[in-house]
C-alpha cells in the first residue's frame, strides 16, 4: 500500500507533500495512497549512535531480549543504530523489517583484565593490529577499541594500548575500508587516539585544550554519550581502594558539559548515543538529544545530532527522492520545542507505519 503525509520537511523546512512507494519516498504524486499524517513536522529517523544490541545489566542478551531492545528504540523514533560493540552475534536484527536497521562494530577489542568481563575480545598489544582485522570484517564498517580503562596498579585510569601500535591498528582499519570508534574517559589517551586517526570518540569526556583543536582539524566525531555520564558519580562511589580513580570520575562528570560545548564551539561534529545496553535501557535517544541542549548545544545542533547529521556521517541518506521511508513525524516543530520529540504522531519504518 503506498502512504501519503503532509507536512513540514527538516531539516529544509518546507512545508511538501511526501509519498511512500515499496518503501521508498517520492515527491512525485501517487494516486489512491492512504493519507496517515496531514499536518506535522516531519524528520527523519532519529539515529541512536552509541548502543550495545545484545548487552544487559545482567550480562548477555538473549535473542527475546535483544528484540525487546530494539523495539523500545525503534518506539523512541530511533530507526537507525550503530551498535557500538556486543558480546553476541546480533545480525538477525537485520533481517527484522520490523525493527531499526542496525549497524554493527562487532566485539569491544581490549586487554585482558581491562575491560568489562566477557564482553569484549582481550589481547595483548601485539596482537591488536590481528584483533581489528578480524572485527572489520565482522562488523559493518565500524570497529571498536577501548582507548583507555583503570588500570589496577596505577590506580587510575590509562591508555590500554601504545602509540605506535594503536596508529598500526587504525591504519589497518582504514585500508579494510573500516572506521574506528574509542571508548576514551580520560585526558592521558586522548593524544595518542586523536594521532592515530580515530574517527569517533566515544564519551570523551576527557577532550579539552589544544586535542579540542586537534579533533577538529582531524575531522573526529564526539559521541557524548551525556545520559550515561550522569552515572559517573555511582562508578566513583564504587571506586573502592582506588579513590584516585573515584575522584577522576567525579572530576569528569563535572565538567563533562563544559567540555562537549567547547567541542561544538571547535566544529567538532556531534552524534547522539544513549550507551544503552549496560546500566541504562534502550529507548533513551530523545532524552540524550535533550541533555545535549541542556549541555548548551543548539536545539537544531542537537536534533541534527540525533537525526540529518548522524544520518549522513552514518551513509543513510535524509527525506531525499527516492530514500529509504524512514521518518517520524511530530504535532509541532521539535527545532524550537526538543519536547516534542517525546510525542511522536507517526513513526514509519521502511515505508510501513509502526507506530
Not at 530494539?70 to 518506539?75: E, L
Not at 562511589?237 to 575522584?247: I, K, L, S, W
Amino acid at each position: 500500500m503506498s502512504l501519503h503525509v503532509r507536512g513540514t520537511v527538516l531539516p529544509d523546512g518546507e512545508r511538501r507533500d511526501l509519498w511512500v512507494v515499496d518503501g521508498r519516498l517520492t515527491y512525485e504524486p501517487v494516486g489512491g495512497a492512504q493519507t496517515v499524517a496531514g499536518d506535522g513536522w516531519i524528520v527523519p529517523g532519529l539515529v541512536d549512535c552509541h548502543c550495545h544490541i545484545g548487552m544487559t545489566t545482567d550480562g548477555v542478551a538473549d535473542e527475546a531480549e535483544m528484540v525487546e531492545q530494539a523495539i523500545a528504540d525503534r518506539d523512541a523514533g530511533a530507526l537507525l543504530i550503530r551498535d557500538a560493540g556486543s558480546p553476541v552475534d546480533n545480525r538477525f536484527v537485520q533481517r527484522r523489517e520490523d525493527l531499526p536497521r542496525l549497524i554493527r562494530a562487532g566485539r569491544h577489542v581490549a586487554r585482558p583484565k581491562r575491560y568489562l568481563r566477557d564482553v569484549g575480545v582481550e589481547v595483548e598489544p601485539d596482537g591488536l593490529v590481528a584483533a581489528v582485522e578480524e572485527q572489520a570484517r565482522l562488523g559493518d564498517g565500524w570497529v571498536k577499541i577501548v582507548g583507555d580503562w583503570i588500570d589496577r596498579d596505577l590506580g587510575d585510569l590509562a591508555p590500554l594500548w601504545p602509540d605506535d601500535v594503536l596508529a598500526a591498528a587504525v591504519a589497518r582499519a582504514h585500508e579494510l575500508g573500516a572506521r574506528v570508534a574509542t571508548h576514551v574517559f580520560g585526558e592521558d589517551a586522548l593524544p595518542g587516539l586523536v594521532a592515530a586517526g580515530v574517527d569517533t570518540l566515544e564519551h570523551g569526556t576527557g577532550l579539552t585544550g589544544g586535542m579540542v583543536d586537534e579533533a577538529a582539524r582531524r575531522g573526529i566525531h564526539v559521541t557524548p554519550t551525556l545520559i550515561n555520564t550522569e552515572t559517573f558519580p555511582d562508578i566513583a562511589e564504587r571506586a573502592g581502594r582506588f579513590p584516585g580513580y573515584g575522584d577522576h570520575m567525579r572530576a569528569l562528570h563535572r565538567t563533562a558539559r563544559q567540555r562537549i560545548r567547547d567541542a561544538y564551539e571547535a566544529g567538532i561534529g556531534l552524534l547522539a548515543g544513549t550507551d544503552a545496553g549496560g546500566v541504562l535501557p534502550h529507548g533513551l535517544v530523545v532524552q540524550e538529544i535533550l541533555a545535549m541542549h541542556a549541555a548548551g548545544i543548539p536545539a537544531e545542533a542537537a536534533l541534527a545530532a540525533g537525526s540529518w547529521a548522524a544520518r549522513s556521517y552514518l551513509g543513510l541518506p535524509g527525506l531525499t527522492e527516492g530514500a529509504p521511508a524512514d521518518f517520524v513525524v511530530y504535532p509541532s516543530d521539535p527545532r524550537t520545542d526538543l519536547s516534542a520529540l517525546a510525542r511522536p504522531e507517526r513513526i514509519v519504518l521502511r515505508g510501513t507505519v509502526v507506530r
